[in-house]
Nanobody
Framework: QVQLVESGGGLVQPGGSLRLSCAASGRAFTDYANSWFRQAPGKEREFVAAISWNGGTTYYADSVKGRFTISRDNAKNTGYLQMNSLKPEDTAVYYC????????????????WGRGTQVTVSS
């Protein structure tokens, strides 16, 4: 079992930046890949980005490629999502997930989830 807690969300103007954190506890964070999903009101949960257990491989949704960067610090048991050039359409609750997932873009591949952090992009 691994417990995940997200932080770093908030209100930001279009074009601004935020850095989300995902603090892991319980079982070793290095056992798992790590991902971020988001869910806007009335929409399904959407894949954002994922990273392998050692940080060597990353994968992004086309909608965030070039603007968002996923990373992790295994010594701190923490994952990160750096979000730049934010747009109003990025507004959503952002969720951190972890597991030995084989299909990273599929939400059902991830067994461990945080409760989410709200990101609102608005002027």
């Amino acid at each position: 079992q691994v417990q995940l807690v997200e932080s770093g969300g908030g209100l930001v103007q279009p074009g601004g930046s935020l850095r989300l954190s995902c603090a892991a506890s319980g079982r070793a964070f290095t056992d798992y890949a790590n991902s971020w999903f988001r869910q806007a009101p009335g929409k399904e949960r959407e894949f954002v980005a994922a990273i392998s257990w050692n940080g060597g491989t990353t994968y992004y949704a086309d909608s965030v490629k070039g603007r968002f960067t996923i990373s992790r610090d295994n010594a701190k048991n923490t994952g990160y999502l750096q979000m730049n050039s934010l747009k109003p359409e990025d507004t959503a609750v952002y969720y951190c997930a972890a597991d030995k997932a084989s299909w990273w873009s599929l939400a059902s591949s991830w067994g461990y989830w945080g409760r989410g952090t709200q990101v609102t992009v608005s002027s």
